[in-house]
């Protein structure tokens, strides 16, 4: 089995586990899609936050990896995410959140954080398959899985946090 193959077997079980992730966290742990919708709203906001302050600010390479992201991109994907997620949270009155303002500031840091993460390791592995786009439904964007990969690793974690959570609780 070559290293491309296994490169793709493992992207494909993860993904089709995410979309399971995101199935189970929408009906076992909120009925309200709104929450649902903050999640993706976070994510997007990262890469574009990223993507923005990347471009505007430059500054030093965050890894090898990906060679176009920086640390200032970083750092607005993490101002990105938290104006959206507090905008979105004032604009639909989320404010049945069991938790302080300070915890639900380090979520969106852990869920921008996550999602930047899985952006890199995407990246990675399509230097290993030697893939530079995954599609052209969107120019200049690297295709489909460029604006999903963050997300991907995103509802992985959150619905194994969630998991874990109702177990312990």
Do not use: W
């Amino acid at each position: 089995m070559t290293k491309y193959n296994l490169v793709s077997i493992f992207g494909s079980i993860l993904i089709l586990f995410s979309f399971y992730a995101v199935y189970r966290i929408r009906n076992d742990f909120n009925d309200d899609p709104k929450y649902l919708l903050l999640i993706l709203i976070i994510c997007v906001s990262t890469d574009i936050g990223g993507f923005i302050f990347g471009k505007l600010f430059k500054g030093p390479k965050l890894s090898k990896i990906s060679p176009n992201k920086t640390f200032s991109g970083v750092i607005g994907s993490y101002l990105f995410s938290l104006s959206a997620a507090f905008s979105f949270i004032y604009f639909f009155e989320l404010n049945n959140f069991d938790a302080s303002i300070y915890l639900l500031t380090l979520l969106i840091f852990l869920i921008s954080t996550i999602s930047q993460i899985g952006d890199l390791t995407i990246s990675y592995f399509k230097r290993l398959a030697k893939i530079k786009d995954t599609g052209k439904v969107i120019p200049g964007h690297g295709g489909i899985l460029d604006r999903i990969d963050g997300m991907i690793f995103v509802f992985f974690f959150l619905y194994i946090f969630l998991l874990i959570q109702k177990i312990l609780l």
